[in-house]
């Protein structure tokens, strides 16, 4: 009976982390792997549940006007396709094997947050004149659709097969590549997140790989999660939050190891 309220209280805070960094599948797909013992079951879910979450925190930056329209439905067409791929890839996996190779990419990502020393590019501050935003790559200035479209492609990919880290991945890829400030980034790469979920959750629920008992309430917190993190003004907070995830992270990675040894 305490699983369930668990589960939601860890969807609300990932929904508020995602919504502001990216990175809250840090903390469900591990709680997930440890509730569900079919790995293929526990993605699947979380897939179930991280939509609300991004479509939520989506539609806040929409309306706020935070979205490069341009970019919009080249990058979500592209984030989905390469998302139901990776999905595809992920459902064919056998669960023994599928299992070591989950608890690889879930430390591997750990291991990126804590390198990255709970830090993503600064906002630029607000004074009369604001420093200049940094400049795009030359291949972003030429072929800024084209480059958008294969990271959308690549980094669905990712997210329809594992997933966790995605929306961060698409924040640093978005600040460096295109010389996006630090909002529009986040409200951009929630289109690609969003258009990526949506498409695994779709193929997950075609092959019976969601369970929704917990989906759906996990769901309600995620989107409540996205929209306050969409709305919120975090200042100071991130590093107390990266480092709670990273703990976590590995904490679960640890008990999903003890599980592949004792053979369960």
């Avoid at 989107?223 to 990266?242: C, F, M, N, P």
């Amino acid at each position: 009976m305490l699983v369930l309220p668990l589960l939601c209280a860890v969807a609300l805070a990932a929904g508020l982390i995602d919504a502001i960094a990216g990175g809250g599948g840090l903390l469900t797909v591990p709680a997930l792997l440890v509730a569900l013992a079919d790995p293929r079951l526990a993605l699947g879910t979380n897939k179930g549940q991280a939509v609300f979450g991004s479509g939520a925190s989506l539609l806040s930056f929409v309306r706020a006007g935070h979205v490069d329209k341009k970019r919009f439905w080249p990058t979500f067409l592209a984030a989905g396709l390469g998302s139901a791929a990776g999905a595809r890839a992920l459902l064919s996996a056998r669960p023994e094997v599928l299992r070591p190779i989950v608890l690889v990419l879930l430390i591997g990502v750990a291991v990126f947050f804590a390198a990255r020393g709970g830090r993503r590019p600064k906002a630029a501050p607000k004074p009369d004149a604001p420093p200049p935003a940094p400049k795009p790559w030359v291949i972003a200035e030429r072929r800024p659709l084209a480059t958008a479209v294969t990271i959308a492609l690549v980094i669905g990919a990712y997210d329809g097969f594992f997933g966790p880290g995605t929306g961060t991945f698409l924040i640093l890829l978005y600040t460096t590549v295109f010389g996006d400030d630090l909002t529009r980034a986040t409200a951009n790469a929630k289109v690609a997140n969003f258009a990526s979920n949506l498409t695994a959750m779709v193929s997950f629920a075609l092959a019976g790989r969601i369970d929704f008992r917990l989906a759906l309430p996990m769901a309600v917190a995620q989107a409540v999660g996205g929209v306050l993190g969409a709305r919120a003004a975090v200042k100071g907070g991130e590093q107390l939050i990266r480092s709670a995830v990273l703990l976590v992270s590995l904490a679960l990675a640890a008990r999903l190891a003890y599980q592949i040894l004792a053979g369960g």
